[in-house]
């Protein structure tokens, strides 16, 4: 197998999605764990408890929600820098930069052609969340709901993804493509 190399524009790219999606996965920890609005009203509603003050379940998930809000903020943030990201990452190959290869290509192995295919279906439901999560914020309330349905399953699609990429790496790394982690790393000769 050839040996790619990955210009600095590539590396750039690559690298700002990769550490935004760590951090966007953080946030979404925290949501599903510590900040879970149940765990956070179940907190607040032992210490009312103990201070013979009563709120109803609603009052709690309203006070565990806001307590959650400023973390949550930063999914949203890190939700426009991956749509901004992505919005470069699409408009490059134009340019001549990090191209876009035909999984239908018969010069491909069956194995070339199962990579090819992961990249386009994990682009196709990055863009579904990227466009849903702005309906859901910036989009007309009725949209909210339906909308939300569709966007919480991107967790399903990102931890397998992130399951393939690693193990497609490490197994590229030990057979064919010697030295890819360092040259998507640290790069050498640039090319597209
Ligand atoms: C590829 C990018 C994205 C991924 C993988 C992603 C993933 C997720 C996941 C898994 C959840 C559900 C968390 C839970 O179950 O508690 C969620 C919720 C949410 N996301 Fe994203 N997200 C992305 C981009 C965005 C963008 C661009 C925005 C808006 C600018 C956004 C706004 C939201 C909002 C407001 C919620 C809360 C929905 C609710 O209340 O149920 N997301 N996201």
Redesign the pocket.
């Known amino acids: 197998m050839k040996e790619v190399k990955y210009s600095k524009i590539y590396r750039i790219i690559h690298w700002a999605i990769a550490v935004s999606f760590v951090l ?1 996965l953080l946030t ?1 920890f925290l ?2 764990t510590w900040l879970n609005k149940f765990n956070v009203a179940a907190i607040i509603q032992e210490y009312l408890s103990d201070t013979d003050q009563i709120l109803t379940q609603e009052q709690l998930i309203v006070l565990a929600k806001k307590i959650r809000q400023p973390m ?1 903020n930063w ?2 943030y890190i ?2 820098v ?2 901004g990201l992505f919005s470069i990452r699409f408009v490059l190959p134009a340019l001549g930069h990090m191209k876009f290869q035909n999984p239908f290509s018969n010069t491909l192995s069956l194995k070339e052609k199962f990579q090819k295919w992961i990249y386009i279906i994990f682009y196709v439901c ?1 863009i579904i ?2 466009v849903t ?2 309906i ?2 910036l989009g007309p309330k009725d949209l909210k709901k339906p909308m ?1 349905e569709i ?2 399953l ?2 399903y699609y ?1 931890l397998a993804f992130i399951v393939i990429h690693f193990a497609g790496i490490l197994i590229a790394e030990f057979t064919d493509q010697k030295g890819i982690i360092s040259r998507i790393v640290s790069g050498t000769k640039d090319k597209n």
């Open positions: 966007l979404i949501r599903l949550w999914h949203i939700g426009y991956l749509v990055v969340s990227l999560g702005l859901i914020v939300e966007h919480i991107s967790i990102l």
